[in-house]
Structures are given as C-alpha cells and as structure tokens.
C-alpha cells in the first residue's frame, strides 16, 4: 500500500523558518516528480513547489519564490520543503504529491498520490 507521510508542521512566527518532510513507504518513487501544494483556509488547494525525479529541475510559485527551497533524497525516499521567512498568509494545510512524470507540474491533476497534510501556522 502507497503512503505519503508529511511531518514538520507547526506554529511559528512571522519571519521564521520550518522545515517540513514527506516519507514514501509502499514503493520507491525514485523516478517520479513531486510536489508540495497548500490549501489556506477559505481558498482553494494551489502549487507550492515541484522537483525533478533526480533533483535537477525545480519549480516555485512567486509567491513562495526566494523563500522556499525543495529538496529530495531518493535513497531515504523522502521530499523536503525548507520555508524561510515565513508569512501569515503562508497559513496552510501543506499536502506531499507525487506523479508518474520525471518533470515537475503546478498543475495538481497531474498528481497521482497524495499524503494526508501537515498545517502550517504563521502568526503575526
């Protein structure tokens, strides 16, 4: 059975930093693309960041340009979202995607498995 399992959510402050995780169990996805998408509340679920099966191609929303940085390790099997700077409009539900493509896609039906989401909440 495929499972993507976020972690790292939290309450932090304006200004800074968390670093959050998402684990594969139940096969590889070792040359798949993933992504990270939010759903704030009241708003519908949008793109956050995507990475390349190896890493080598990356893609941010502008709102989260400069900010954000997504990462991979295929041997741990696991995708990374490192927010710097954090905003209270950054006050989300983050969710782990993965499809069946090498490259990344904002477009969130490209994606074919899901995890069950970590909140992120930014106070002012």
């Known amino acids: 059975q495929v499972q993507l399992v976020e972690s790292g959510g939290g309450e932090v402050q304006a200004g800074g930093s968390l670093r959050l995780s998402c684990a594969a169990s139940?096969?590889?996805?070792?040359?798949?693309?993933k992504g990270w998408f939010r759903q704030g509340p009241g708003k519908e679920r949008e793109f956050v960041a995507a990475i390349s099966w190896n890493g080598d191609s990356t893609d941010y929303a502008d709102s989260v340009k400069g900010r954000f940085t997504i990462s991979r390790d295929n041997a741990k099997k696991t995708v990374s979202l490192q927010m710097n700077n954090l905003k209270p409009e950054d006050t989300a539900v983050y969710y782990c995607?993965?499809?069946?493509?090498?490259?990344?896609?904002?477009?969130?039906?490209?994606?074919?498995?899901w995890g069950q989401g970590t909140q992120v909440t930014v106070s002012s």
């Open positions: 995607a993965v499809r069946s493509g090498f490259w990344p896609s904002a477009d969130s039906k490209g994606y074919d498995y």
């Open positions: 139940g096969r590889t996805f070792s040359s798949y693309a």
